[in-house]
């Protein structure tokens, strides 16, 4: 069976999001079996123009399929020899909590556009900002909620990405930008009537330039949130983004600089 059927019959039997449906449905294309000489000759080329970490997740995609074409007995080799990517470890950044705070009050700035459709700008990003860093939510799931989303203080969902079950209670500042944001709402969600992805991240952009912050973007809002969650409570990162995987939270959404402070180490050896 051909990586593109074995694709189709993959994505068939399973809930994907359709980003990584079409990921993997075009990958599947582009090698002509399920071996490592054709997988080793793809990833060579792809090095030349991708970065480490955009060829190891085409790996781990196309390690993915093979391995699911060789347990369902559609080929006969076992993946095997197929090529590391070696990635090389980023620190992770995060917005302090007067950076977060700059963002919500830059919004105010906002507040006088109104876009074609009669949406706040203002009011949009403001929400956005408080509802995101509050939840640790992902901007998919942000951008999906409804009403029956939110009760009274409390916003349930289960992760578009991970599948799990969530809760986190809001501010009643948040809950009072969200009521706003419902009552001009066009299709029932609180945010994702506003405007499609790209001009989302367009908006964001102009917001966190005009509050003179250096680098980030609405991911950020995820990792900083994360990290403040760690630097108050320790350990619970993990359960507040919502992950599955140990580990995984400390090496993609904690920025260690501001956990300085609320690190312990071992008792002096010698007094001053």
């Not at 901007?139 to 409390?154: I, P, T």
């Not at 009521?179 to 994702?192: A, C, I, N, W």
């Not at 090496?251 to 260690?256: G, M, N």
Request: charge should be positive.
């Amino acid at each position: 069976m051909s990586p593109k059927c074995v694709a189709a019959r993959y994505l068939a039997e399973r809930e994907c999001c359709a980003k990584y449906a079409t990921q993997m449905t075009n990958l599947a294309a582009k090698i002509p079996a399920f071996t490592a000489q054709a997988i080793n000759s793809y990833l060579r080329a792809r090095q030349e123009s991708l970065s480490p970490s955009s060829v190891a997740n085409d790996r781990r995609v196309l390690l993915t399929l093979w391995r699911y074409a060789w347990e369902e007995g559609l080929i006969a080799d076992a993946p095997r020899g197929v090529m590391r990517i070696k990635v090389p470890a980023k620190a992770v950044r995060a917005w302090t909590m007067a950076e977060c705070r700059a963002l919500v009050k830059g919004a105010e700035k906002f507040s006088r556009k109104r876009l074609r459709n009669g949406a706040n700008l203002g009011l949009f990003l403001q929400c956005w900002t408080m509802l995101a860093y509050e939840t640790g939510a992902r901007y998919g799931d942000v951008f999906s909620w409804r009403k029956e989303n939110f009760h009274g203080l409390a916003v349930g969902w289960v992760t578009s990405k991970t599948n799990v079950p969530c809760t986190r209670v809001i501010s009643q500042a948040t809950r009072d930008l969200v009521d706003r944001m419902f009552q001009e709402s066009k299709d029932g969600t609180v945010l994702g009537w506003v405007c499609c992805r790209r001009q989302s991240f367009k908006f964001m952009r102009l917001l966190i330039a005009s509050c003179g912050l250096p680098a980030g973007s609405g991911r950020w809002l995820r990792r900083s949130a994360a990290t403040h969650v760690e630097m108050t409570q320790p350990g619970r990162a993990q359960w507040f983004l919502g992950h599955r995987t140990p580990g995984l939270a400390a090496r993609h959404y904690l920025d260690q600089t501001q956990l300085v402070g609320a690190a312990s180490g071992p008792p002096p050896l010698m007094s001053q």
